[in-house]
């Protein structure tokens, strides 16, 4: 038998009705601090939500109130013992325009269960209350003592079952006089109690506590839960589009001896069995490249990356992305791809009409319309450079950094942090002169090589990488690029990675002999694809943070203090 240590001092004021003497109409108690002596309730006993099991000598929560305002009524935790419920949807569909107002069908037995989100007591012997099921969808219960058969169904329903709380019931259809459907009850069961007060009617405007409380945020929130749903449709058009082109959905290592496939700082962690330093994966491209090596031509995989970097309105540390591989195919059949997945995926959203005109926010003030629908802009990266810049110094120069540095300085592009490799201050220039130029949907072309360490080189300009980029309102949605499959130059290039790893920068890439070695056995000419699934919600739903279409975003914890990385500056906080 477990046991509550409670304080006496407050229990007998929370005795619940079938234990104590108080009428269910005695007034509601104000919450006194336990006092130091306590007693033991066995867990047998029905207790009252009002002391869920607060320790004797324990100061009141202000953010978590231990008392609960509805005084004498029993938690009741029952199992569930109904015929199944119909889903809210459902009945509305079914009913909606079955009746005229006062109209009402007996004869049909209708169950339907949810979180009451709004009560009015007509009178002491008829209630209205409203019950959500599904996302955004909701409907009347009208509860009258005449039609509910079993007294202890009323009584229940008088007294405990509140708004926050999850009850069953059991009627049949109709409509009222004002001509709104309703559910008119004959049987009721109190199912789940809540112990906290939820404002339905009142959103949560303070960003912190709406970060912090997520399930508080989500119950009260029908935008969020609305993007929720659309990240879900998002999702599943993904899924489809590549299903029906043939691609294999596959499962990849998410936990391994080194990060590979991007230039991110990994988290790392220890496996204590084996005593091995291991890394959570930054990407799934070197293990999906290891399927088409192994004669697995069309593979995707859609799940979650992990990248110890700063957080802010386009970052969080674990994230989604789906990233697919295509033996046989080249830069311009993935252009052709992104086109046709990303109008699809709007219209599914926004309809035809709608994906041309997609509002996306950029910050709390820019909003750019954009139109998602096929074909899009291509801009090639060193012509456009040059052409408002002036010539790049050459990419094959053993003084690049320099002259990079240089380029910058002259040309007043903001630098980056060191270390100042070449790839780094080459992507501050395309960052500050290329991407304000993507507001509508721009495929950014051949990168220099030095840039993407896992690219084949251009045809024509081996010191260009055949790689594409797309853009959206300024923000990168997509990377592709033909895979390189040359196992000797692809060992070059993880040294030169670890050049620059070795010179500070904490995102250049390991150098990975299993990858290489794979390679041997020969990767076709193969065309990868990489697509981040959350900056994809924003973008559709109109929001400009990343939180605001995941469920559960990453929070520091208000007990932890910042911790200072490897570059010595403190960790950014959690938006």
């Known amino acids: 038998m477990i046991s509550r240590t409670l304080t006496t001092a407050p229990f007998a004021r929370w005795i619940p009705r079938a234990l104590a003497t108080a009428s269910a109409s005695a007034p509601r108690p104000t919450y006194r601090p336990p006092t130091a002596t306590t007693t033991t309730i066995s867990r047998h006993v029905p207790c009252c939500r009002a002391i869920h099991s607060a320790p004797a000598n324990a100061a009141p929560d202000a953010r978590v109130p231990v008392t609960d305002p509805r005084t004498s009524r029993a938690l009741r935790y029952p199992h569930f013992r109904h015929l199944s419920p119909t889903p809210i949807s459902r009945f509305i569909t079914q009913y909606s325009s079955q009746f005229e107002a006062k109209g009402r069908d007996p004869s049909v037995d209708v169950a339907l269960a949810g979180r009451v989100v709004a009560r009015r007591d007509a009178s002491s012997k008829l209630v209205f209350l409203t019950i959500q099921g599904e996302i955004d969808q909701a409907v009347q219960i009208m509860a009258s003592k005449a039609n509910i058969a079993d007294e202890s169904d009323w009584e229940r329903l008088k007294h405990d079952v509140q708004v926050g709380d999850i009850a069953y019931f059991r009627g049949f259809p109709g409509k009222t006089g004002t001509g709104e459907l309703s559910l008119f009850a004959r049987a009721v069961d109190h199912l789940t109690p809540s112990l906290h007060e939820i404002p339905f009617k009142h959103r949560i405007k303070d960003q912190e506590k709406r970060t912090r409380n997520r399930v508080l945020d989500l119950l009260v929130n029908v935008d969020l839960r609305r993007r929720l749903r659309t990240r879900t449709l998002v999702i599943q058009h993904v899924r489809d589009f590549l299903a029906s082109r043939d691609f294999l959905e596959v499962d990849t290592p998410v936990l391994s001896t080194q990060a590979g496939g991007a230039n991110a700082r990994p988290f790392t962690t220890t496996a204590y069995a084996y005593g091995l330093d291991m890394a959570l994966r930054v990407a799934p491209e070197l293990w ?288």
């Not at 009409?353 to 996306?360: N, T």
Request: proline share 8%.
């Open 288 to 575: 999906l490249k290891k399927l088409v090596v192994a004669g697995f031509d069309r593979v995707f995989e859609l799940g979650k990356q992990f990248r110890n970097e700063g957080f802010d309105a386009t970052h969080n540390p674990e994230f989604v992305t789906c990233e697919f591989y295509m033996a046989y195919a080249n830069l311009d059949d993935l252009m052709r791809m992104t086109e046709q997945m990303l109008s699809e995926i709007a219209v599914k959203v926004h309809g035809e009409e709608g994906a041309r005109r997609v509002v996306v926010k950029v910050d709390d003030v820019t909003t750019h319309e954009v139109n998602f629908t096929a074909p899009y802009k291509v801009i090639d990266v060193v012509p456009f450079l040059e052409a408002r810049l002036g010539p790049l110094p050459r990419l094959d120069s053993p003084t690049l950094e320099a002259d990079l540095e240089a380029y910058c300085v002259k040309h007043h592009v903001p630098l980056p942090a060191h270390p100042r490799t070449a790839p780094r201050l080459l992507d501050a220039v395309i960052s500050h002169v290329i991407e304000p130029e993507c507001v509508q949907p721009t495929f950014v072309r051949g990168h220099p090589r030095i840039m993407s360490p896992l690219a084949k080189s251009m045809q024509e300009n081996p010191l260009l990488a055949a790689r594409i980029e797309l853009f959206i309102a300024g923000k990168e949605l997509v990377n592709a690029y033909e895979e390189l499959n040359d196992p000797a130059e692809q060992r070059d290039r993880f040294v030169q990675q670890q050049r620059d790893k070795d010179s500070g920068d904490v995102e250049a890439q390991p150098l990975d002999d299993e990858f290489c070695r794979a390679l041997e056995y020969g990767l076709p000419p193969t065309a990868g694809w990489g697509l981040g699934i959350d900056r994809l919600c924003m973008m559709l739903t109109g929001v400009h943070h990343i939180r605001e279409v995941m469920p559960f975003p990453t929070v520091r914890p208000l007990t932890t203090a910042p911790k200072k990385d490897q570059d010595g500056g403190a960790g950014a906080a959690a938006e």
